[in-house]
């Protein structure tokens, strides 16, 4: 008997050796994925589980970071799906709890949610934000996550090349008060660019709902100076996100515990005679004044931006 299992335990090893160094473990996965219990196992490139340097705090309760990659409810699903996007990655695959029966159901709700995910994406930094996200999935409730962000490495690396060299050439640094240091930029921005009207037809030539277009082409509708705006005040180390509703998008900062609204698209306005006049109507202001201007386009979710009082 003894020999037996002597006899067993060294074909388990062979097999094991042979199938790590000429199958890619190939014999083991096809075990594991066809007679353990799945709702243990998950799977994760290694290095898709570092976050990269743009994580932002977690403001809302709206959706929160989580370590919890098997999810039994529709908040626990979107906490996941921050959580990948907040910390950067570029895909992920985890798999929904056995006890959450319409898991699948709700993630191809989600796949036609549009708002959803636009919420999520205002809540991270611009360099995480996804252009496309995709969610591939099987009867085994395995969710494959496939991200293609919104800036290429080209572009953070110019990006972030640009404003190091702005914020040198306005001496950014140099004034003492954080206000200042934001106005500054502020009217930089505003100065080099122009909305740009041709956008919502499709005619446009320009990246202006980016931060290339409101940094290097002098065009810009509200999300390009949201971006530009908001790279710049992670770079003070000042916590801040977008808010974001169907028709607009601006700037929210905390200053002294503080959290207080900036929308550069407002204060860059389009004149009849196309004279470039820099305006601060919307520089700054608390949340009790944004409300009292009843402008109807910065109307925006108290359940998502529920930290903003």
Request: glycine share 2%.
């Amino acid at each position: 008997m003894k020999k037996i299992i002597i006899f067993i335990i060294s074909i388990i090893l062979l097999i094991s050796v042979l199938d790590y160094k000429y199958f890619n473990n190939e014999v083991y996965n096809f075990i594991n994925d066809n007679y353990f219990d799945k709702n243990y196992k998950i799977v994760m490139n290694e290095n898709t589980l570092i976050p990269n340097e743009y994580v932002y705090k977690n403001y809302s309760s709206y959706v929160n970071n989580t370590n919890n990659f098997f999810p039994k409810n529709k908040q626990e699903l979107l906490n996941v799906y921050y959580t990948v996007l907040n910390n950067g990655y570029n895909d992920f695959v985890f798999y929904c709890s056995n006890e959450y029966d319409n898991c699948l159901e709700e993630i191809e709700n989600l796949s036609n949610d549009a708002d959803t995910f636009t919420y999520i994406n205002s809540l991270i930094h611009p360099f995480n934000s996804f252009k496309i996200i995709k969610s591939n999935y099987d009867n085994d409730k395995k969710i494959d996550i496939e991200i293609e962000k919104k800036y290429s490495e080209e572009d953070i690396n110019k990006i972030n090349e640009k404003l190091n060299a702005v914020i040198n050439e306005l001496n950014i640094n140099n004034y003492q008060s954080v206000v200042d240091k934001i106005k500054v930029f502020h009217d930089y921005l505003a100065n080099i660019n122009i909305y740009d009207q041709e956008k919502e037809n499709g005619t446009s030539k320009y990246n202006s709902d980016t931060a290339i277009g409101a940094l290097f082409e002098g065009y810009a509708v509200c999300s390009g100076y949201t971006d530009a705006m908001a790279i710049f005040l992670d770079k003070l180390n000042l916590e801040n996100i977008k808010i974001i509703n169907e028709e607009h998008a601006w700037n929210a900062v905390k200053i002294d515990n503080k959290w207080y609204h900036l929308d550069l698209t407002w204060d860059d306005p389009i004149t009849l005679n196309n004279k470039n006049i820099i305006k601060y109507d919307y520089f700054l202001i608390t949340n009790d004044e944004l409300l009292s201007k009843n402008d109807d386009k910065h109307n925006f979710s108290t359940d998502v931006y529920n930290f903003i009082k």
